[in-house]
């Protein structure tokens, strides 16, 4: 019998992430961003995990929403998919994702295959509920909820060995959103919206992260004052998002963004809360300064790159190196991650497999753990 695949793709998720916006909610977010020289990757992303179901593309019926909603990316992977639903191109909206939605509850596909983050994944739970297995190809800039793939290739794999019958284990999975207008003002402001029923197989599933770890502060002293004894002159700091950076800072006495990237030269603000292109343009006009990145891993979920610090893109990591890169954790953080693996999802899978291997990440003063990253 012949699986049918509900693909819906959000093509504006993630759009303001390098650009520094922290989300891509609401028509003039979009058009800021876009200004900013915000790029859509919602559908390349999907592209990925697409490839993992070519094997078995005979197998399957793929339905979905017209042009960049879906139909555009299932095409160019060599599917014919059938095409549902109603959409104006450019000016797609949260409605547009949830009548996708209704239309594939009546025609009881086996499968919900969605690309965005947590916004998107909030607009498919009002509308599935526990009544459709799920699985989130990551896109957003925010992605707390444990719904989605740990890369856009686990979450096609995910979904070519559930329609394939190879496992058939589920599991509810937290749906968790944050307040982007908080967020942007540097205030974490989270709700649970509710679950939602994924394929689960081992780790191919990120973790939810953590309210109760995302002001967590043990240790955190110890490690900026080890950070800071170690600070060279003529090195512009590129400080990632997170708790964690900003004791940091503060410790500097100097003013940061707790969920943005600030820069750092001779132990003084250079500028605050950068887009990637600032961050290019800054590390242009000191070539002949080192650059280093300071990153801290999302609680429970592991990730140093890709999630919530979109800023510090693909290629200033390459400009930087992997040897200049610095993790800063506490004992508990890292205690927290699946396997204390460390994870990258940049949107290049060359790049990530470079960054992987071990590193040292700083736990206290004077007192690191070996990581690996992988």
């Known amino acids: 019998m012949v699986k049918k695949l509900g693909l819906i793709i959000n093509p504006i998720a993630g759009v303001g992430g390098k650009v520094g916006l922290k989300g891509s909610d609401g028509s003039f977010t979009l058009e800021n961003a876009l200004k900013k020289g915000g790029v859509f990757e919602s559908n390349f992303r999907t592209l990925l995990a697409l490839n993992e179901l070519e094997s078995i593309k005979n197998e399957i019926e793929v339905i979905t929403f017209p042009l960049e909603m879906g139909q555009d990316a299932a095409e160019k992977s060599g599917f014919c998919p059938r095409i549902i639903g109603k959409i104006t191109s450019g000016k797609t909206t949260k ?9 594939m509850m009546k025609l009881e596909v086996d499968l919900i295959l969605f690309s965005g983050g947590d916004g998107t994944a909030r607009d498919i739970q009002d509308v599935v509920r526990e009544s459709r297995p799920v699985i989130g190809i990551p896109t957003g800039v925010k992605m707390h909820s444990s719904v989605f793939g740990i890369n856009p290739r686990s979450s096609g794999y995910l979904a070519r060995m559930f329609l394939t019958e190879k496992f058939q284990n589920i599991k509810l999975s937290e749906v968790i959103d944050l307040d982007e207008e908080e967020f942007r003002s540097d205030r ?10 994924v394929p689960d197989n081992g780790n191919y599933l990120q973790g939810g992260k953590s309210p109760n770890l995302i002001s967590e502060s043990d240790d955190l002293d110890a490690i900026s004052i080890d950070v800071i004894e170690k600070m060279e002159d003529d090195c512009v700091y590129i400080v990632g998002a997170g708790s964690t950076l900003r004791n940091l800072m503060e410790n500097l006495k ?3 963004t707790l969920l943005g990237v600030d820069l ?4 003084k603000l250079l500028a605050l809360d950068v887009s990637e292109n600032e961050i290019i343009e800054y590390i242009k006009k000191f070539e002949n300064f080192k650059v280093k ?3 801290s891993p999302i609680a429970e979920q592991g990730y140093i790159f890709g999630r919530g610090n979109q800023q510090i893109s693909p290629k200033i990591i390459k400009m930087v190196g992997k ?19 460390l994870l990258v999802d940049t949107g290049e899978e060359s790049l990530d497999q470079y960054l992987h291997g071990f590193y040292r990440v700083t736990v206290g003063y004077r007192e690191y753990l070996m990581c690996k990253v992988g």
Do not use: F, H, W
């Open 95 to 103: 409605k547009d994702t949830q009548d996708a939605c209704k239309i």
């Open 323 to 341: 040897e200049n890169i610095i993790i800063l954790s506490t004992k508990t953080k890292v205690m927290s991650v699946p396997n204390t693996c």
């Open 188 to 197: 974490i402001s989270t709700r649970l919206y509710g679950y939602l029923k």
């Open 293 to 295: 990145i300071l990153v």
């Open 254 to 256: 100097l003013e940061g």
């Open 264 to 267: 750092i030269l001779n132990k």
